[in-house]
Every structure is written in structure tokens, then in C-alpha cells.
Nanobody
Framework: QVRVVESGGGLVQAGGSLRLSCAAS????????MGWFRQAPGKEREFVAA????????SYADSVKGRFTISRDNAENTIYLQMNNLKPEDTAVYYC???????????????????WGQGTQVTVSS
């Protein structure tokens, strides 16, 4: 079974930065893509950023473009989300997702992913 573990959340003031990490381990097949989603209280889970494993193609939600950067470490099967210029509206539980099975879904959609982490809380104070 695939294990997905996020880390790096915390409390930060508006304008500050945080770096999230997500490591995927176990399973038989390699990751095809990994992504970050977030869910604020009372809201639906939404796409933040994703990266395809083979060529490193990235995708971002409009709300985080220019502020967040997703990257990967192939050897460690780990992705990172560098979050700069954080805003109070970025407050949410951030979830890491792993795609291990080929499908036709966009990597910006939840349906593309097979495995999810437990989430890490990010709180941005004003």
C-alpha cells in the first residue's frame, strides 16, 4: 500500500512563507503525478498545484500563481510546496495526493489521484 505523509504546516503571519513537504512510499508502481489540494473550514477541497513526474510539467491554481512553487525530488519520491507572500485566505488544511495509475483526468482534479495524505494545517494570521 502507498503511504503519503505531509509535513511543514504551521502558523505564520500574512506576508510570510512556509514550505510543505510530501513523501510517498510503498506500492508497486511509480508516481505519475503528485499534487496539493487544500480545504478551508466550510468549503470544498480545491486544487492548489501539481507536478507530473516524468517531465516536471507543473500546474497552479490562479489564486496561488506567482506566490507558490511546486517542485520534486525524484530520488526521494517527494514533492515540496514553497508558499511565499501568504495571505489569510490561504488558511486551510493542505493535502498531498499521488497518482499511480494512468488515467485521462486533469492533474488539477481530485479524480486524477489514487492516494491521499492526512493533511497538514496552514494558518495565516492577519
Amino acid at each position: 500500500q502507498v503511504r503519503v505523509v505531509e509535513s511543514g504546516g504551521g502558523l505564520v503571519q500574512a506576508g510570510g512563507s512556509l514550505r510543505l513537504s510530501c513523501a510517498a512510499s510503498g506500492g508497486t508502481f511509480s508516481s505519475l503525478a503528485m499534487g496539493w489540494f487544500r480545504q478551508a473550514p466550510g468549503k470544498e477541497r480545491e486544487f492548489v498545484a501539481a507536478i507530473r513526474w516524468r517531465y516536471g510539467e507543473t500546474s497552479y491554481a490562479d489564486s496561488v500563481k506567482g506566490r507558490f512553487t511546486i517542485s520534486r525530488d525524484n530520488a526521494e519520491n517527494t514533492i515540496y510546496l514553497q508558499m511565499n507572500n501568504l495571505k489569510p485566505e490561504d488558511t486551510a488544511v493542505y493535502y498531498c495526493a499521488v497518482d499511480r495509475a494512468a488515467n485521462s483526468f486533469s492533474i488539477a482534479t481530485m479524480t486524477a489521484y489514487d492516494y491521499w495524505g492526512q493533511g497538514t494545517q496552514v494558518t495565516v494570521s492577519s
